[in-house]
Nanobody, 116 residues
Framework: QVQLVESGGGLVQAGGSLRLSCAAS????????MGWYRQTPGKERELVAS????????YYADSVKGRFVISRDNAKNTLYLQMNSLKPEDTAMYYC?????????WGQGTQVTVSS
């Protein structure tokens, strides 16, 4: 069981940028594919982006493709999400979690709010 701590969220204007970080405990982080997810009230949690253990395979949801960049630093057990050209519809609570195998542990999340 891994502990995950998300940070970096905040309030930004449309068109702005944020960089989210996810600090994971334990050395098993480096062998797991990881993902960033987001959730808004009334909607199920959705996958925003995922990255393989080595970082060579990356997936982005169509809604964020070309604007967000997922990366990881296995030496630091840290996952990142660089978010550029933010839109109000990006407003959500953002979570990091294991992608494959499916997540069994979630952090508290970090709130991202984008004003119009």
């Amino acid at each position: 069981q891994v502990q995950l701590v998300e940070s970096g969220g905040g309030l930004v204007q449309a068109g702005g940028s944020l960089r989210l970080s996810c600090a994971a405990s334990g050395n098993i982080f480096s062998i797991n594919a990881m993902g960033w997810y987001r959730q808004t009230p009334g909607k199920e949690r959705e996958l925003v982006a995922s990255i393989s253990s080595s970082g060579d395979t990356i997936y982005y949801a169509d809604s964020v493709k070309g604007r967000f960049v997922i990366s990881r630093d296995n030496a630091k057990n840290t996952l990142y999400l660089q978010m550029n050209s933010l839109k109000p519809e990006d407003t959500a609570m953002y979570y990091c979690a294991r992608f494959r195998p499916p997540a069994t542990s979630w952090g508290q999340g970090t709130q991202v709010t984008v004003s119009s």
